[in-house]
């Protein structure tokens, strides 16, 4: 799945905002806020992979801020000189669990329980896990098995130069010991690697944020990995390189407000400064 755009316009009362698809419910009920707020102006939001929406950035597309579920990406539009300089902001940092359809739960894995060692249940044979190429929750998904013996790297890569899929890379032993198969299933963004987890895998490693979704409440539960166990998601903004109008400067400083923060918070992100645990 690519990009998702819905008609981004050069009006100067709109505001063309890319980004990660784990801001899919947090940052829709921001930009209602501030519509309400801010009467005249609209949000209009496309949601994709940190990874491609970067791409797409390089490549011209149209947009006056960008959230990124790492700062690689943004960093790297920074040095390219794409982006309004000092505009380059942490607005949170992302968590990860690994969730569990009620129908595993009811088969006595329920991942509250058993944390990581739920996927080395013989009927556990499938995973739902973003595209680590473009993905920063797929990467911090590989560190997260990585660090509890689940994935041993066997040469080394880059993240953007892994085509060759997870087992290319990795060894899958503990994984495959004792199944019949054992695959992983990569969703193309964060949002939709946790559909096919509810429609396809019954398991996989997904946004904290899409896990309080009600649909994913209601279909499952899950289990929330400590910070220091994966590639860490420090989540940043930029206001792209042009774009630095009244409007856009309007949702870019709203971000930082009491109403915004509140938000994130309610969907399980971890605000800039903020510590736990």
């Known amino acids: 799945?690519?990009?998702?755009?819905?008609?981004?316009?050069?009006?100067?009362?709109?505001?063309?905002?890319?980004?990660?698809?784990?801001?899919?419910?947090?940052?829709?009920?921001?930009?209602?806020?501030?519509?309400?707020?801010?009467?005249?102006l609209r949000v209009e939001l496309s949601f994709g992979s940190s990874g491609k929406i970067y791409t797409q950035l390089m490549q011209g597309l149209p947009a006056d801020i960008y959230f990124s579920a790492d700062e690689t990406f943004p960093n790297q539009l920074e040095q390219a000189g794409r982006i309004v300089p000092g505009s380059l902001k942490l607005y949170a940092v992302g968590r990860m669990v690994i969730w569990a359809s009620n129908r595993l739960v009811e088969q006595g894995l329920d991942p509250r329980r058993l944390g990581p060692r739920i996927l080395l249940d013989p009927r556990v044979t499938r995973l739902a896990i973003a595209n680590p190429i473009h993905a920063p929750y797929g990467r911090a998904g590989v560190t997260l098995l990585e660090r509890f013996g689940l994935l041993r790297q066997t040469r080394p890569v880059r993240w953007e130069e892994m085509t060759g899929g997870i087992p290319a890379y990795y060894d899958l032993a503990a994984l495959q010991r004792g199944k019949t198969s054992f695959e992983f299933v990569y969703g193309e963004n964060i949002s939709q690697t946790a559909q096919l987890a509810l429609t396809s895998t019954n398991i996989g490693l997904i946004a904290l944020s899409l896990a309080r979704s009600e649909v994913m409440q209601s279909s499952g539960v899950y289990w929330l990995a400590p910070l220091s166990s994966h590639l860490r998601l420090n989540q940043t903004y930029v206001m792209l390189r042009g774009q630095d109008r009244p409007a856009v400067r309007r949702f870019y400083d709203y971000l930082a407000s009491p109403e915004s923060h509140r938000v994130l918070r309610k969907y399980g992100f971890l605000l800039p400064g903020e510590r736990i645990e």
């Open 1 to 40: 799945m690519g990009l998702l755009l819905m008609g981004l316009g050069l009006a100067q009362n709109a505001v063309r905002v890319v980004a990660a698809a784990d801001l899919q419910y947090a940052l829709s009920e921001i930009a209602q806020n501030f519509e309400r707020q801010n009467p005249g």
